[in-house]
T-cell receptor, first 113, second 114 residues
């Protein structure tokens, strides 16, 4: 079956530090990969999306690269801000007849001023 | 700034009571998903629709939930007999296409079953 692994439950940083959130996935075929971000009291919202056609996505200073060799889709940001504090989800959209996205367990990012 | 509208935002029910929540998808989006998000932030897919047709649902939903997406009316998800374990955030998401598309989420309905 399909699976997504986010090993880091929480990441704590100070402003302007480098962010790296690990995500690996398992599936067959060529999935679409997403990073969603969820702020307190809100539903998740798309941060970035990558397909096999474009391999790399970026938005608001965040970047993620689709690596089929290592089946990874890590999220990075060079310099975080306090406003980036939220929960980040790596999501696998595997093609197939019974399509339903597979969510990672989420990584809570806390950024201190 | 969710364009997907979910009501009510909060719902408190006793065990055995019905619990109904509604979702208005983003305009023009024919595909609707419902998820349950537990206190550990884990997502569970419940059911999805394309227009009025159910695409797939999990066993729990088939047995204990009633869901529909009627034409020109909000989609709804109703637990027929609430249990303590149903306490969670229920998220509705809509998209333009069935597969591989960005999902637009509402703010959720937080259900507490006492």
């Amino acid at each position: 079956g399909n699976s997504v692994t986010q090993m880091q439950g929480q990441v704590t940083l100070s402003e302007e530090e480098f962010l790296f959130i690990n995500c690996t996935y398992s599936t067959t075929g060529y999935p679409t990969l997403f990073w969603y971000v969820q702020y307190p009291g809100e539903g998740p919202q798309l941060l970035l999306k990558v397909t096999t056609a474009n391999n790399k996505g970026s938005s608001r200073g965040f970047e993620a690269t689709y690596d089929k060799g290592t089946t990874s889709f890590h999220l990075q940001k060079a310099s975080v801000q306090e406003s980036d504090s939220a929960v980040y989800y790596c999501v696998l959209g595997a093609p197939g007849g019974n399509y339903k996205p597979t969510f990672g367990k989420g990584t809570s990012l806390v950024v201190h001023p | 700034n969710s364009k997907v509208i979910q009501t009510p935002r909060y719902l408190v029910k006793g065990q055995g009571q019905k619990a109904k929540m509604r979702c208005i998808p983003e305009k023009g989006h024919p595909v609707v998903f419902w998820y349950q998000q537990n206190k550990n932030n884990e997502f569970k897919f419940l059911i999805n629709f394309q227009n009025q047709e159910v695409l797939q649902q999990i066993d729990m939903t088939e047995k204990r939930f009633s869901a529909e997406c009627p034409s020109n009316s909000p989609c709804s998800l109703e637990i027929q007999s609430s249990e303590a374990g149903d306490s969670a955030l229920y998220l509705c998401a809509s998209s333009l296409y069935r597969e591989g598309d960005t999902q637009y989420f509402g703010p959720g309905t937080r259900l507490l079953v006492l």
